[in-house]
């Protein structure tokens, strides 16, 4: 139960396609697969100086209870990575039914404030935007005010 065919799947790697084009778009130099103390990091991005570090996670078959997994893996993936003060961190998700719900769960919340942690939420259609760790609460009452996806692919409010 709960479990997507193939073509609804929202996989990382698409997650990723769409992260670099947008970071590319918006003037930043991008690396993917950047090795740091202790592991590696999806995408690294510099712009004027400013460092962007960003752990991106996607889809399986699993629905919600894998997307719930996921978020919370790229959550601690990122903070274990999180060794350079002066960088910025983001983590990127398919912005899905799915991963709407896992968000539910930090409405309110002022851990990614607190952490300094950036959200990403990616749309199939190209679209994502950066939400500022001080910007997560309130973007997180719009996010979760999402219903479901509507005939044009993108999604409806109550």
Known sequence: ??????????????VLAILKKYLKEEGWKVKEQI???????????????????IEAKGEDKGGYNSAEM???????LLMSRMKDKDAKY?????????FIKVLQKYSGSFAFERLGIYLIPI??????????PHGVIESLKDLTAVTGENEEGGFGRD
């Open 123 to 132: 749309e199939r259609d190209g679209n994502c935007r950066m939400i500022s």
């Open 70 to 76: 996921n978020f919370q893996m790229g959550l601690g």
């Open 35 to 53: 090795k740091i103390d202790k592991g590696r990091i999806d995408i690294g991005a510099i712009k004027e100086g400013e460092i962007l570090l």
């Open 90 to 98: 983001g983590l990127a998700f398919p912005l899905t039914g799915d």
């Open 1 to 14: 139960m709960g479990e997507k065919n193939e073509s609804e799947i929202f996989r990382e790697d698409e």
